[in-house]
């Protein structure tokens, strides 16, 4: 694959992801962290950064802070209660995942990269980002622009495995990634055509948006090597 940007939260899946896509020597990896303006100590993203260089050396290139901060309280924090009264559930995490995706591909396609991977994982279908269905929906989102998705360690089935896994690897099996002040908000018993008319809604109405950041790079606010 070569050149690959990786969605990384400092979580045990997504630096998971990245000892995976790193088990090919041919692999380089560029870590896209996406601050929403709404987590509570960020730097700690960086501690397993250091430990993937130490690990990996020169094959993780460095780590990208992008911002967005402005996107989510427009797109989710003042749209919230209106999302809530017309779809009937809090899709909070789901419009800041759709963000994210944004942001990341929209890099992806400043820096000619053509591979986005992210830790979604199986073991947490229980949040709506993360059913089968929704990984669809981005998947197909991602290819609108060019970039192909994928999911390193979406076929994992429980958090041992995954621990386990990272132990292969001599990395640390302690989750360390920024708090999220809206954790825990998300509602998990909804119907996935109601995830799907929200998320195909989200993309008509940030159309205007996702070309800004196509054609920008204002939202690149620290690369770190």
Same mark, same amino acid.
């Given at each position: 694959m070569g050149n690959i940007?990786?969605?990384?939260?400092?979580?045990?899946?997504?630096?998971?992801?990245?000892?995976?896509?790193?088990e090919d020597p041919i692999n380089r990896l560029t870590l896209l962290f996406v601050d929403t303006g709404y987590l509570w100590y960020t730097d700690l993203a960086k501690i397993q950064y250091q430990k993937l260089k130490e690990r990996f050396g020169e094959s993780v290139k460095k780590l990208v802070i992008l911002d967005i901060r402005?996107?989510?309280? %427009?797109?989710?924090? %003042?749209?919230?209660?209106?999302?809530?009264? %017309?779809?009937?559930? *809090?899709?909070?995490?789901?419009?800041?995942?759709?963000?994210m995706y944004s942001v990341a591909i929209a890099y992806c396609n400043k820096m000619n990269i053509r591979t986005l991977a992210d830790g979604v994982s199986r073991?947490? *279908? %229980?949040?709506?980002?993360?059913?089968?269905?929704?990984?669809?929906?981005?998947?197909?989102y991602a290819w609108k622009y060019g970039v192909k998705l994928i999911h390193p360690v979406y076929e994992f089935e429980n958090k041992n495995e995954v621990k386990y896994e990272l132990m292969k690897y001599d990395i640390p099996q302690k989750s360390v990634e920024p708090i999220c002040l809206f954790g825990n908000s998300f509602e998990t018993n909804v119907d996935e055509d109601k995830l799907i008319k929200f998320l195909d809604n989200m993309e008509s109405s940030f159309k205007e948006d996702m070309l800004k950041l196509l054609n920008s790079r204002w939202y690149i606010k620290k690369v770190i090597k």
């Amino acid at each position: 694959m070569g050149n690959i940007c990786v969605l990384y939260s400092g979580g045990l899946d997504s630096v998971l992801a990245c000892a995976k896509l790193l088990e090919d020597p041919i692999n380089r990896l560029t870590l896209l962290f996406v601050d929403t303006g709404y987590l509570w100590y960020t730097d700690l993203a960086k501690i397993q950064y250091q430990k993937l260089k130490e690990r990996f050396g020169e094959s993780v290139k460095k780590l990208v802070i992008l911002d967005i901060r402005r996107l989510t309280k %427009e797109y989710v924090v %003042e749209k919230l209660p209106s999302y809530i009264l %017309e779809y009937k559930f *809090n899709p909070v995490c789901l419009a800041c995942k759709f963000l994210m995706y944004s942001v990341a591909i929209a890099y992806c396609n400043k820096m000619n990269i053509r591979t986005l991977a992210d830790g979604v994982s199986r073991r947490q *279908n %229980e949040l709506p980002e993360q059913r089968s269905r929704i990984v669809k929906w981005f998947d197909t989102y991602a290819w609108k622009y060019g970039v192909k998705l994928i999911h390193p360690v979406y076929e994992f089935e429980n958090k041992n495995e995954v621990k386990y896994e990272l132990m292969k690897y001599d990395i640390p099996q302690k989750s360390v990634e920024p708090i999220c002040l809206f954790g825990n908000s998300f509602e998990t018993n909804v119907d996935e055509d109601k995830l799907i008319k929200f998320l195909d809604n989200m993309e008509s109405s940030f159309k205007e948006d996702m070309l800004k950041l196509l054609n920008s790079r204002w939202y690149i606010k620290k690369v770190i090597k």
